[in-house]
Every structure is written in structure tokens, then in C-alpha cells.
């Protein structure tokens, strides 16, 4: 079975501060793909990386990075200088392979607040 | 490019009552699924297919039925909503199935309220 637990609900920061969003997941496959997606206000679901499991490397996108850990199946999202609007739920999420097809598996999702 | 459209936005049901949710992409994407997302459930995989003519269930399917008959189209469809089936439902696509995973385009979602 796959998991990937979101353990904070929801965090509170005031602008300009880091911030970091934890993600663990569970898997017995050894292809697998971590993803990051930001849900705003306003709804949609925007992509913001996808990391296969074979690339460790760590990845810096502006104000953005990942720490992508496999010996501690983690996954985790910094913002550095935080905005008010990085305010959004951000999803991390698990792909999964099945006779060829893939499906995602989500976390619960964490809240960021970011307040001016 | 429209890229990934669903029809209602919203839309309002009672308990029995049967629709449809619409859905559709223009970027010729093989992969077309449906999540419904609930408040602290994150998104959960109810159908989802690799290509016109195949589909398949995901975590959630009971109460859904779809179909693939087009490349462009994905509907899902509620037989006989439920209270339960109160939720925001996304469609999302992506270019294909396999171990080359691309990242999927989300739908700006349905939210639908069953009385």
C-alpha cells in the first residue's frame, strides 16, 4: 500500500519568514515520482515539481527548493522569504504504478498561511 | 489551447437524483482521471483511464459510473447521488500512461452539494 503523509494541517508564518512543508511517503516500488501541487484560494491545482526516485539532487526554483531525502522517504518543500501570496494548501503526492498505468496518491494536503 | 474543462462549476442535487459531471481536454492527452476532494482528505482517485475505450477504478469508485468514448471526453457519472458524494470533484490529463510520468493538468473543479 502507498501513503504519503502530510503530518502539519496548517502553519502560520508572517511574511519573510521560511518556511517548510514536510512530506513522508511509503512505497514498495522502486520507480516511483513525488510531486508538489499549490491549490490557492481560489481553487485550482497548480503543478510545481515532479522529482523521480532515481534524482536526489535537490532542486531551488526562486524562492522555492526541495529536499528530496529516500533513506527518510522525504520529501520536503521550503519557501524561503515567504509572501502573502504562497497562502495556498499545498499538496504532495505519490505516483504509483499498476500494470502499466500510473495514478497519484495525494497527502491531506497542509494550509499555509502567510500573514503581512 | 482550453486545456482542461469541467462543466457545471457548481450544481446542486437531491438525494436520488442522477447527472453527470463534464469533462474534457484539448491537448490530446491519453490519461484523463477524477479526484473528489474532501475537507482534510486531500484528493482521492474515484475513475480513471489510459485511453479512449479504457477505464478503470481508482480508491473511491462506488456511486460513479464513466466511460471514454473519445480521447477529449472523460464524464463521470452520478446514478443516484448521495449526501455523501457532497464534494469538490477535479478532472485532470496527462500525455500518457507508463513509466514516463508527466505532471497532470487539473480542471478548475465542480463543486457539488447533494441535499
Known amino acids: 500500500a502507498q501513503k504519503v503523509t502530510q503530518a502539519q494541517t496548517e502553519i502560520s508564518v508572517v511574511e519573510k519568514e521560511d518556511v517548510t512543508l514536510d512530506c513522508v511517503y511509503e512505497?514498495?516500488?522502486?520507480?516511483?515520482?513525488l510531486f508538489w501541487y499549490k491549490q490557492p484560494p481560489s481553487g485550482e491545482l497548480v503543478f510545481l515539481i515532479r522529482r523521480n526516485s532515481f534524482d536526489e539532487q535537490n532542486e531551488i526554483s526562486g524562492r522555492y527548493s526541495w529536499n528530496f531525502q529516500k533513506s527518510t522517504s522525504s520529501f520536503n518543500f521550503t519557501i524561503t522569504a515567504s509572501q502573502v501570496v504562497d497562502s495556498a494548501v499545498y499538496f504532495c503526492?505519490?505516483?504509483?504504478?499498476?500494470?502499466?498505468?500510473?495514478?497519484?496518491?495525494f497527502g491531506k494536503g497542509t494550509k499555509l498561511t502567510v500573514n503581512p | 489551447n482550453a486545456g482542461v474543462t469541467q462543466t457545471p462549476k457548481f450544481q446542486v442535487l437531491k438525494t436520488g437524483q442522477s447527472m453527470t459531471l463534464q469533462c474534457a481536454q484539448d491537448?490530446?492527452?491519453?490519461?484523463m482521471s477524477w479526484y473528489r476532494q474532501d475537507p482534510g482528505m486531500g484528493l482521492r482517485l474515484i475513475h480513471y483511464s489510459v485511453g479512449a475505450g479504457i477505464t478503470d477504478q481508482g480508491e473511491v469508485p462506488n456511486g460513479y459510473n464513466v466511460s471514454r468514448s473519445t480521447t477529449e471526453d472523460f464524464p463521470l457519472r452520478l446514478l443516484s447521488a448521495a449526501p455523501s458524494q457532497t464534494s469538490v470533484y477535479f478532472c485532470a490529463s496527462s500525455y500518457s500512461p507508463g513509466l514516463i510520468y508527466n505532471e497532470q493538468f487539473f480542471g478548475p473543479g465542480t463543486r457539488l452539494t447533494v441535499l
Open positions: 503526492a505519490l505516483s504509483e504504478v499498476q500494470d502499466g498505468s500510473e495514478k497519484l496518491v
Open positions: 491537448m490530446n492527452h491519453e490519461y
Open positions: 512505497t514498495r516500488d522502486t520507480t516511483y515520482y
